[in-house]
Nanobody, 123 residues
Framework: QVQLVESGGGLVQAGGSLRLSCAASGRTFTLYTMGWFRQAPGKEREFVASISRTGGSTYYADSVKGRFAISRDNAKNTGYLQMNSLKPEDTAVYYC????????????????WGQGTQVTVSS
C-alpha cells in the first residue's frame, strides 16, 4: 500500500499559479504511476494529468495542456502539479492518486487516493 497526502491548494486570482505537492509513504514510490484528478461541485471526478514511474512519460487532459505540468521526485517520494495561467473553471478539489498500472488515465484504474486539496480561482 501507499499513503498519499496533498498540499499546496489555496485561493488564487485568474492568471495566477499554484504548485500542488503529493507526499507518498508506504511501499516504494517508484513502483507507482501517479496521477492528478479534480472534482468540481456537482461534477464527476476528471483526469488532469499522469506521470509514469520514472517520470519519462506524461499525459494531460486537453483542458490543462500547456498550462499545467506534472512531475515527480522519486528521491523525495513526492509528486507535483505546477498549475499556471489558472482559470476560474480550474476551481475544484484536486486529488493525487497512485496505481501499479502503467499508462493509467482513468480514475477507476487508480487504487490509492489522497484526501484532496481545494483550489479556488477567482475571476
Amino acid at each position: 500500500q501507499v499513503q498519499l497526502v496533498e498540499s499546496g491548494g489555496g485561493l488564487v486570482q485568474a492568471g495566477g499559479s499554484l504548485r500542488l505537492s503529493c507526499a507518498a509513504s508506504g511501499r516504494t514510490f517508484t513502483l507507482y504511476t501517479m496521477g492528478w484528478f479534480r472534482q468540481a461541485p456537482g461534477k464527476e471526478r476528471e483526469f488532469v494529468a499522469s506521470i509514469s514511474r520514472t517520470g519519462g512519460s506524461t499525459y494531460y487532459a486537453d483542458s490543462v495542456k500547456g498550462r499545467f505540468a506534472i512531475s515527480r521526485d522519486n528521491a523525495k517520494n513526492t509528486g507535483y502539479l505546477q498549475m499556471n495561467s489558472l482559470k476560474p473553471e480550474d476551481t475544484a478539489v484536486y486529488y493525487c492518486a497512485a496505481t501499479l498500472r502503467p499508462g493509467a488515465n482513468y480514475a477507476r484504474e487508480y487504487d490509492y487516493w489522497g484526501q484532496g486539496t481545494q483550489v479556488t480561482v477567482s475571476s
